[in-house]
Structure formats: structure tokens, C-alpha cells
């Protein structure tokens, strides 16, 4: 037996009346535009005036203006309770209106009438004025139908169920409600609050953060982690509180969850990323099958806009740096020129285009997983322009000469790069058999200079500083240095349309243990 | 009225507040250097000024790991526990 909800109603007087508690009692859900409800005014009025000594009635009804008009059509000596908010007809899990609920001394129901069947009406009748030794109901039975079904509840109307279901106790949201006056323009009041990244948001009604829910089966309060520099504590729940804001779809929200993960670790490091005076930001790319299922852009102007999972996902994950963070220009967030990669920057690998090992399987996972890898990015993507070049050898030529100038021209051993090789350039490349190794080597060693022309001189003061050079010996001097530490500090994906011999270069921010270092994590989708 | 869920850590917001700023400076100082390039030059410099005007002043030198991620709790609790005031140089 299930217990009935508790509550506490106006009744059309004003006055506040409470649920029944430690009694027997009846209670009833009706709503005015039901033709069924009207036709059980008089019945219930009948069964009041029997009843109502022996214990509380309670006449809930579903609309303000429905329950003063039937009180003015049918007089009844009941005052009907307003649940024109539906809390309550939720929580009773009323479908139909009218319902009758009879309620036990513990508050249990102890049975259900919906709609109206004569018999059912007539034998609860008897049996309440047995239990009583009264009389039974006053009323004209023969006068009234056998049967007349009842209407939808408006509390399962689609107008209203996901709002009611946010709203509910036991509802997975629990962060701080925001009223916004009926006057105020809401996407007004969210710049004011300071919740915008400079575009417009839509406003996290409880409805969309529930509906956004539904795309991950986690639970909404697990702690993803703290999130630098104010160390906001970040949980499923925020993060689709800002995915909503950010306009994303509820399918894309495991890519989110898994993109914030990875940027909350210390290899990542947002504190650093969001407070440096360069203009670095995350660059997020997605692998596997979740590609395909969220529509996201690996084609043509894949690091452009005009893919609502690209976009979306992006500026979802910066929202939730911002906000959960509080990494805002001009506070912690002191970036000299900012980028425009800030707003967002997410993009899929067109595998399939991809004659080499995936972005995700090279960095250890299964090709059949779908993974988030995060990089910082400083600048770009820079375009590295090469329409002439016929073998792999020459066109990584033009890619290692392209690349020199990452950070500065001198600046060698100081970063990383992501390098987005489009599809054509991937065919120059196939001519020959080239393999990324081949790529990143080739690259290495075009870009790689000897010691002495890295020294700061009338030119550039960047670079090895003199005093240093000074005390190299000649054959020092002479050693050649490469552009970047390691090969593998050239990260290679393949994105683009199928026409245009332009790859692209995101350059890097101060990498290793001091910087940003680039981190994976699996999407974790619903099944 | 619409109602939306907030997005923010929902820390109560408040204005931060300055401490008192006393007249002389007495006690203890910390000198932190957060291990950006050419922060200890300033440091080395200050310290020989304050020194000088301020000998009764005990000066401490601390220093963060690395300069981009926030100081270790433990440095932290150090400095507050130890010291009356932090000079703190952000250099390059």
C-alpha cells in the first residue's frame, strides 16, 4: 500500500489546510474542464455532508479559476483546495482526474476510485457508513450514470510533467533555484549575472537541467573534482547546468563530462592555462564511435562553426571553467590578448580518412572506445600552405618549416603542437607510405638548427641567452637542436574536407611538469 | 517567473575586504617568490632595502615550486602561521 503524499493547500477562503495525518480520510483530485468531474460535484458534495464529522474530506482542485467556478456552479459545502501548481497531484500520482483516494488510520491508501463507476461509488458509500453506523449517502443513485471515465490529470499533461518532475522531492537536481522576476528578461538577468562568456544562454530551467540529465546515467551529485582557481567543487550537475547554458543537446553531455575530467587533473592544469598572459585555452578532441552518433563535424570547416555538437560541447567546457571556476578576464583569467578558441574549440577526428593509427588509439585505447583528448593551445590553428609539394618527404618539409615559427622562430624545446592534417595532404603523404614517425622526424629534422644561430642577437634578443653561449665550447655550438623535445610532443590528427592542401597547426603552451601537458579520458555513454 | 538552476560554485558572494593596514610594520615578513624569471632579483633587492629601514623586522624568503599552479597547502599554512605580512613578487 502506498502512503499519500503530505501537503499544505489554500482552500478558496485563504485559509491553509493541512494533509490529513493519524486518520481515516477521503480525498479527491478534480479539475473544472472535466465533464466527468462536474457530473461527481453533487456526489461528492453528498458524501461530505455525510462524512465530513467522522473525518477530514479533502476536494483538491487543479486550476485556480476552475475550482472558484465550480464552487459558484454547484455550491457544495466543501471549500476546494488549490493545487493549481500540480506538486501535490504529482506526488499522488494521479493520472485521471476525478480520483478518489481513501486514506487509513496511518495514512496509507486503502483504495483508489478513478473516474466514475457507480457501483465503486455506491459500495465505498456503504462500507464508510457501516464502518461509521451511519446512514448511508443521501442521495438520488438511480439519477446518476453507471459509468463516465475520467480525464487526464494536468499533472501528466506534457505541458507540465517535466517541470513537476524537476521540481519534485527525489528529483537528481538539488543546486540553488534562481527566481527570475516576470518582469526581467531572463537572458538580460544571466549577463548581469555575469554567467555569459559574452553570447547569449539558454536559461537552465529545472525542465532542460533534467532533460540534459537523461543523457548520462551518472548519478548528478558525483564530484568530478574542484575546479581551479576558486576550487568550486564541479558535479554532474553543474556541469549540465553549463552544457544547457552552452546549448548542447543531453547526448552530448558524456563528451562534457569527460572533457572536464580531464582538464580538472594536475597533468592538465587549468589553474595555469586560465591565468597565464599567453592566450592559451583548451583545444578538445573527440575519437570513436560517439562521432557519429552526436553529428559532430570532422569534414569540411571541422574547427570552423556551424556544428551544433562542435560548438556546443566546447563552450559548454569553458562555461564550467568560468563558472564553477570563476576563471573571468580581468580576475584569474589575465590573458594578454585572450583568443577566440576561449569560446570554444572542439572538433572529431575524421578517422576514417585517417590511413594511420587514431588520435585515441595511439594514446592507448581501444579503437572502438570513445575518448576526449585535451591539448592547450597558445595560438592557431596557424595554416601551413604547401599545394605543390608531391612526396612525403617534401610536404613534411613544408610542415617542419611551417612549424619553426611555433611560439617564436627561437623558441625551441618550449612547447608542443597539435597538427590537423587534411585529407589531401593525407593522399600526398599515402603516395609514398608515409607514417606519422615519418612525419614527426621529417619535421624534427627540417626544423632543427644548430645552437649558435638560437643565441639572442642584434635580430631577436629571444633564444639562448648570450652569457650562455659564451661558455659553450665551439662544437657545442655547432650541435644541432630540434624544434621539439621529443617526437612525440607532435600530435597528429586528421580532420578537414576533402578539397584544399592546407594543414593546420595549434601551437602549444608551456608544456611538462610546469605547463599543461595533453590528457585523454574515456566517454563514459549511456547503454 | 522563470526559475533557472545556478551555474556557479554558489559561494555566498562577498566583496573581499582588506586587512587593516597598521601604521609601521613590525614583526615578522615573508618574502615570496613565486619562481617566475628575475622574481628574486627584486626579492634580493627589497630584502637588502628593508633591512636597512627596518631592522628590527625579522624577513623570511619563501618560494612557490613553479609558478603556475596555486602554492602547496602546507607553504601556505607556513607563511600565515609564521609571519605578520607577505610581499609576494610577480615578475618577469
Redesign the interface.
Known amino acids: 500500500m502506498a502512503s499519500a503524499p503530505a501537503y499544505q493547500l489554500e482552500n478558496l477562503a485563504g485559509e491553509s489546510v493541512k494533509s490529513p495525518h493519524g486518520t481515516q480520510a477521503i480525498i479527491c483530485f478534480i479539475k473544472e474542464d472535466c465533464p466527468t468531474c462536474k457530473e461527481v460535484m453533487p456526489v461528492l458534495d453528498a458524501f461530505y455532508q455525510r462524512f465530513s464529522q467522522q473525518m477530514p474530506m479533502h476536494i483538491i482542485g487543479q486550476t485556480q479559476e476552475g475550482n472558484a467556478a465550480l464552487a459558484k456552479a454547484y455550491q457544495p459545502g466543501f471549500s476546494i483546495l488549490d493545487d493549481s501548481a500540480l506538486q501535490v497531484s504529482f506526488a499522488a500520482d494521479i493520472e485521471t482526474v476525478p480520483t478518489l483516494l481513501v486514506l487509513d488510520q496511518a495514512g496509507q491508501i486503502a483504495s483508489t476510485l478513478v473516474g466514475f463507476v457507480k457501483d465503486e461509488w455506491q459500495q465505498l458509500a456503504s462500507s464508510l457508513s457501516a464502518d461509521a453506523s451511519l446512514e448511508g449517502v443521501d442521495l438520488d443513485w438511480t439519477s446518476l450514470p453507471d459509468w463516465r471515465p475520467g480525464c487526464g490529470s494536468l499533472s501528466v499533461d506534457p505541458a507540465n510533467e517535466p517541470r513537476l518532475r524537476a521540481m519534485a522531492e527525489g528529483s537528481p ?1 538539488r ?8 518582469k526581467d528578461d ?1 537572458v538580460e538577468f ?1 549577463f548581469d549575472q555575469g ?1 555569459s562568456d559574452g553570447l547569449p544562454l539558454v ?4 525542465e532542460r ?1 533534467l532533460a540534459m540529465l537523461s543523457g548520462t546515467a551518472r548519478d548528478s551529485q558525483e564530484v568530478l573534482g574542484e ?4 576550487l ?2 564541479v558535479t554532474v ?2 556541469v549540465a ?2 552544457a544547457v ?1 552552452a546549448g548542447c543537446k543531453p547526448e552530448y553531455l558524456p563528451v562534457v563530462l569527460a572533457a572536464v575530467e580531464a582538464i580538472l587533473t ?1 597533468d592538465y ?1 587549468i ?2 592555462v586560465m ?2 598572459t599567453m592566450g592559451a585555452s583548451p583545444v578538445i578532441v573527440v575519437n570513436g564511435p560517439i562521432r557519429h552518433r552526436i553529428g559532430m563535424n570532422m569534414g569540411m570547416s571541422a574547427l570552423g562553426q556551424g556544428n551544433r555538437a562542435n560548438a556546443t560541447i566546447g563552450r559548454a567546457v569553458r ?1 564550467v571553467v568560468r ?4 576563471a573571468r578576464p580581468g580576475e584569474t583569467e589575465r590573458s594578454t590578448l585572450g583568443n577566440p578558441m576561449k569560446f570554444t574549440m572542439c572538433f572529431a577526428e575524421w578517422e576514417e580518412r585517417n590511413p594511420w593509427t587514431p588520435l585515441h588509439v595511439e594514446r592507448g585505447f581501444e579503437a572502438e572506445e570513445s575518448v576526449v583528448t585535451v591539448f592547450t593551445m597558445s595560438s592557431g590553428p596557424t595554416l601551413i600552405v604547401d599545394q605543390d609539394s608531391r612526396t612525403g618527404s617534401q610536404l613534411a618539409g613544408t610542415l617542419g618549416q611551417g612549424l619553426q615559427a611555433v611560439m617564436s622562430p627561437k623558441a625551441y624545446f618550449a612547447t608542443d603542437c597539435l597538427l590537423v592534417v587534411v585529407p589531401e595532404h593525407v593522399d600526398t603523404f599515402m603516395r609514398d607510405n608515409y607514417k606519422k614517425e615519418d612525419i614527426r622526424r621529417r619535421i624534427q629534422e627540417v626544423s632543427a638548427r644548430p645552437v649558435r644561430e638560437l643565441v639572442a642577437d642584434e635580430r631577436s634578443a629571444t633564444g639562448i641567452k648570450a652569457e650562455s653561449a659564451a661558455k659553450m665550447d665551439e662544437a657545442s655550438l655547432d650541435k644541432m637542436m630540434t624544434k621539439f623535445r621529443r617526437d612525440e610532443d607532435i600530435h597528429i590528427v586528421v580532420a578537414g574536407s576533402d578539397a584544399g592542401k592546407f594543414s593546420g597547426a595549434f601551437h602549444g603552451w ?1 608544456t611538462g ?3 599543461s601537458i595533453p590528457v585523454s579520458r574515456k566517454i563514459e555513454e549511456v547503454t | 517567473m522563470t526559475t533557472i538552476m545556478d551555474p556557479t560554485d554558489e559561494r555566498v558572494p562577498v566583496t573581499r575586504q582588506l586587512s587593516p593596514r597598521p601604521n609601521q610594520i613590525t614583526g615578522r615578513v615573508a618574502l615570496l617568490d613565486i619562481s617566475k624569471p628575475r622574481g628574486s632579483v627584486l626579492l634580493d633587492q627589497l630584502e637588502e632595502v628593508l633591512a636597512k629601514q627596518l631592522p628590527g623586522v625579522t624577513l623570511t624568503r619563501y618560494a612557490k615550486p613553479t609558478f603556475s599552479k596555486p602554492a602547496p597547502q602546507p607553504l601556505r599554512e607556513e607563511i600565515h602561521q609564521d609571519n605578520d605580512f607577505v610581499i609576494e613578487a610577480l615578475a618577469d
Open positions: 537536481i543546486a540553488r533555484r534562481i527566481d527570475i522576476g516576470s531572463e544571466m554567467f536559461p537552465p530551467t529545472p537541467v575546479m581551479a582557481p576558486n568550486g567543487v550537475e553543474k547546468i553549463n547554458m594536475d592544469n589553474h595555469g591565468a597565464t562555461l563558472n564553477v571556476g570563476g608551456v611538469n610546469i605547463g
